[in-house]
């Protein structure tokens, strides 16, 4: 079992989307990142919780874009797996 891993909201130093070919289907996957702490945590638009995650994120942290800015970018083409970057916490003291 994998230890667990958890980051609160001012430990997010970078968010990435992406997608990952699932043979039938592409799933969606954020990765959320604590740099200074070189920990991560990833989630599937499968999990329970997904969308109010997404909208969290948006609310939460600043400049964080909202789904409808990215949803699209990260979704197609089909079969790519289009790594973006949705966020970065300016460079500051770590607050772990």
Not at 12 to 21: E, F, G, H, M, P
Not at 27 to 41: A, K, M, P
Not at 47 to 70: H, K, S, T
Request: glycine share 4%.
């Amino acid at each position: 079992m994998e230890p667990q891993v958890r980051l609160a909201w001012v430990q997010i130093t970078s968010v990435y989307a992406y997608k990952r070919d699932c043979v039938v289907v592409d799933q969606v996957r954020l990765v959320l990142r604590n740099d200074h702490q070189e920990s991560s945590i990833e989630v599937t638009e499968d999990d329970i919780g997904f969308n109010v995650l997404i909208v969290e994120l948006a609310c939460r942290l600043p400049n964080f874009p909202g789904v409808y800015d990215w949803w699209d970018a990260v979704a197609h083409p089909a079969f790519e797996t289009n790594w973006t970057k949705l966020y970065d916490r300016v460079a500051g003291p770590d607050r772990s």
